[in-house]
């Protein structure tokens, strides 16, 4: 069966031949008929020009530009929606993701899966950002519907039916860890060690993490909007119960005038919550701002002959 590649890329110049290279020393003589779409996120440097580039060289190579950097997110729709394969692979640029396992992935996938995810081990890691990211997927087990796993990117191989669920969730805040494990149908994993990126750094800085985490939380249900149910009605009962011991104390016992301590740690306590709150609230509002948009994911700016309209019209 066909399988189709999707590598989003930006800024990967100096990656792209090397990934070439492993991917047809992966693939030759195992996979007969693939094809390759690389996904140019907006690049600044010269990834453009290589992805023309290898387009030319490798038959199987093919390439679509976006006018800007819309994000991982969108360059991976943008490739999926390309795939015509009926498996489609999603591997970063980066060699991270080692094309050698797409062998057993392949595997694993006739053998009746519909989705195999290559699951990464944290060795190497800075230990701070692991530990966080395992508090980050003990609360997502909490709070989200679908379960996310720990170490699960990103990397992974679809059959068409999964494919074509994945591509008729319409939302345009896309967080497809999530979407994927949506989705749903039969899933193998398998486990890969970790790989230090071949060159360049992650894009991935500290703060990007935190809204990626933060998107992921609030995209699946509004249970963090219950969570302030419960929080506003725990409070209220327990300034209730308070408000009646101080009554009953005044009744009793005269008028106090102290309890500056209290009152400060009431009204701060109280306004921490709310403000807490008021920014879920507000998260889910900005949501449903955007998705009332209907903005398209991504612009098209450029893509290799196979792509352009004409070209599908003929296939
Ligand atoms: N990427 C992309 N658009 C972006 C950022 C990243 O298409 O805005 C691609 C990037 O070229 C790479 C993959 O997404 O192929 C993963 O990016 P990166 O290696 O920076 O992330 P990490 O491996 O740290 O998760
Ligand atoms: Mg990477």
Same mark, same amino acid.
């Given at each position: 069966?066909?399988?189709?590649?999707?590598?989003?890329?930006?800024?990967?110049?100096?990656?792209?031949?090397?990934?070439?290279?492993?991917?047809?020393?992966?693939? &030759?003589? =195992?996979?007969?008929?693939?094809?390759?779409?690389?996904?140019?996120?907006?690049?600044?440097?010269?990834? #453009?020009?290589?992805?023309?580039?290898?387009?030319?060289?490798?038959? !199987?190579?093919?390439?679509?530009?976006?006018?800007?950097?819309?994000?991982?997110?969108?360059?991976?729709?943008?490739?999926?929606?390309?795939?015509?394969?009926?498996?489609?692979?999603?591997?970063?640029?980066? #060699?991270?993701?080692?094309?050698?396992?797409?062998?057993?992935?392949?595997?694993?996938?006739?053998?009746?899966?519909?989705?195999?995810? @290559?699951?990464?081990? !944290?060795? *190497?890691?800075?230990?701070?950002?692991?530990?966080? &990211?395992?508090?980050?997927?003990?609360?997502?087990?909490?709070?989200?519907?679908?379960?996310?796993?720990?170490?699960?990117?990103?990397?992974?191989?679809?059959?068409?039916?999964?494919?074509?669920?994945?591509?008729?969730?319409?939302?345009?805040?896309?967080?497809?860890?999530?979407?994927? @494990?949506?989705?749903?149908?039969?899933?193998?994993?398998?486990?890969?060690?970790?790989?230090? =990126?071949?060159?360049?750094?992650?894009?991935?800085?500290?703060?990007?993490?935190?809204?990626?985490?933060?998107?992921?939380?609030?995209?699946?249900?509004?249970?963090?909007?219950?969570?302030?149910?419960?929080? *506003?009605?725990?409070?209220?009962?327990?300034?209730?119960?308070?408000?009646?011991?101080?009554?009953?104390?005044?009744?009793?016992?005269?008028?106090?005038?102290?309890?500056?301590?209290?009152?400060?740690? *009431?009204?701060?306590?109280?306004?921490?919550?709310?403000?807490?709150? #008021? *920014?879920?609230?507000?998260?889910?509002?900005?949501?449903?701002?955007?998705?009332?948009? =209907?903005?398209?994911?991504?612009?098209?700016?450029? &893509?290799?002959?196979?792509?352009?309209?004409?070209?599908?019209?003929?296939?």
């Amino acid at each position: 069966m066909y399988l189709s590649m999707v590598v989003p890329c930006f800024n990967e110049e100096h990656g792209l031949q090397r990934l070439h290279d492993a991917l047809v020393a992966a693939l &030759s003589g =195992r996979v007969r008929d693939y094809e390759v779409i690389l996904v140019d996120d907006g690049s600044t440097d010269r990834t #453009l020009r290589e992805a023309r580039r290898l387009a030319a060289l490798n038959p !199987r190579f093919r390439y679509v530009s976006l006018s800007r950097n819309f994000g991982k997110e969108a360059a991976m729709l943008c490739g999926l929606r390309h795939a015509r394969g009926g498996r489609v692979a999603l591997l970063d640029a980066d #060699l991270q993701h080692p094309p050698r396992l797409l062998r057993r992935m392949l595997a694993l996938l006739d053998s009746g899966y519909d989705q195999v995810v @290559a699951r990464r081990g !944290r060795d *190497g890691e800075n230990r701070v950002r692991s530990a966080l &990211s395992k508090m980050y997927y003990w609360a997502c087990r909490r709070l989200v519907d679908v379960r996310l796993q720990d170490g699960v990117g990103d990397f992974r191989v679809l059959s068409r039916r999964a494919v074509d669920a994945v591509l008729s969730l319409p939302e345009y805040h896309r967080f497809s860890k999530g979407l994927f @494990a949506w989705i749903g149908f039969d899933t193998a994993y398998v486990s890969f060690r970790n790989v230090p =990126r071949g060159g360049g750094g992650s894009r991935w800085t500290f703060g990007a993490l935190v809204n990626y985490g933060i998107d992921g939380l609030t995209s699946f249900n509004s249970r963090p909007l219950r969570l302030s149910i419960y929080l *506003g009605v725990l409070v209220a009962l327990l300034a209730g119960g308070y408000v009646l011991f101080v009554v009953a104390n005044t009744i009793v016992d005269g008028v106090h005038v102290p309890g500056y301590a209290t009152l400060l740690a *009431g009204v701060l306590g109280l306004g921490g919550v709310q403000l807490l709150f #008021l *920014g879920v609230l507000g998260e889910y509002l900005g949501k449903s701002y955007f998705e009332a948009k =209907r903005r398209p994911h991504y612009l098209v700016k450029e &893509s290799s002959p196979e792509f352009h309209p004409q070209a599908r019209a003929l296939r």
